[in-house]
């Protein structure tokens, strides 16, 4: 027998224009951070080259002022794509992705340092999901940095595999999976939060900007789905993104992309 209900209103437009003004803020700063960042690259490299008769010593400075401005260009170019990420979403239209096209292209990326730690990559994709409905650019970026900690994460001779396939309801289940470090459990729960890294010194040392996972987060969730973490310190890890079926079937109206990634 109901006897009654209880209502609760709140007003949460202060709280969102407030937000509203954190996301602008960090991609102002990001912005007007680029030009000068670009001209501190610029010259760093162009006085390392030797030409201005510069000693030893001081050329491997200038190589110093050179890599930590790459690494300033990558937190930048980070710290936008998570903004963009978080106040408008998505940005490109949702059209038909070659999935196994667009695993292996982002693959290319990271060929050298497969070949040089001696890594074997295992990619398998389900026939029901060779043809995906998606934003290219969103799930690229997903792939792009699980493939790349797999790769950064593991060691000498190590294991990937990059699974597609449906599980229950329609549920698209991409797992990327590797048999490196592996991360203590103590971690699992604060790994998709900005900034957070397991190991800060590792982290640097291997170019990383500590905003991947938040990245791939927001996407996985503006995509539809969610991104889940498994892991076992000296066994691995496994990076698995779940799409809902409704937000990765094919519609019969929806634009082909030709060759799959990357045009939309
Ligand atoms: P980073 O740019 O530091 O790699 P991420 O947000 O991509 O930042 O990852 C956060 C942290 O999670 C990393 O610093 C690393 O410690 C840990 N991590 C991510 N992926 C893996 C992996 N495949 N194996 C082991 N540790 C990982």
Same mark, same amino acid.
């Given at each position: 027998k109901v006897i009654g209900a209880a209502v609760l209103l709140m007003d949460r437009t202060e709280v969102w224009r407030l937000e509203r003004v954190r996301q602008d803020f960090v991609a102002n700063v990001s912005h007007e951070l680029r030009t000068p960042i670009a001209a501190i690259r610029g010259w760093s490299e162009t006085l390392a080259t030797g030409e201005f008769g510069m000693t030893d010593f001081a050329k491997e400075q200038?190589?110093?002022? %050179?890599? &930590?401005?790459?690494?300033?260009?990558? $937190?930048?170019?980070? $710290?936008?794509?998570?903004?963009?990420?978080e106040s408008v979403g998505l940005q490109g239209r949702l059209v038909e992705v070659r999935l196994r096209v667009l695993i292996d292209e982002v693959l290319t990326h990271f060929a050298e340092e497969i070949e040089s730690k001696q890594m074997r990559v295992t990619v398998s994709v389900a026939a029901?999901?060779?043809?995906? &409905?998606?934003?290219?650019?969103?799930?690229?970026?997903?792939?792009?940095?699980?493939?790349? %900690?797999?790769?950064?994460y593991s060691l000498d001779e190590g294991e990937v595999f990059i699974t597609a396939e449906v599980r229950k309801k329609g549920r698209l289940r991409l797992s990327v999976r590797d048999t490196g470090q592996g991360i203590d459990k103590q971690h699992l729960p604060r790994l998709f939060e900005r900034f957070y890294r397991v190991d800060k010194g590792r982290s640097r040392a291997v170019g990383g900007?500590?905003?991947?996972?938040?990245?791939?987060? &927001?996407?996985?969730?503006? $995509?539809g789905g969610d991104v889940k973490v498994y892991s076992e310190v000296g066994e691995g890890s496994e990076f698995v993104v779940r799409l809902p079926r409704e937000s990765w079937e094919v519609q019969p109206n929806v634009a082909a992309v030709p060759g799959g990634v990357g045009a939309a």
């Open positions: 200038v190589l110093t002022i %050179n890599r &930590h401005a790459e690494r300033l260009t990558a $937190l930048v170019n980070d $710290l936008l794509t998570l903004a963009r990420a029901e999901v060779e043809r995906i &409905h998606t934003e290219p650019r969103a799930l690229e970026y997903v792939l792009r940095n699980l493939i790349e %900690n797999a790769v950064k900007t500590g905003l991947g996972l938040a990245i791939v987060k &927001h996407f996985a969730q503006a $995509l």
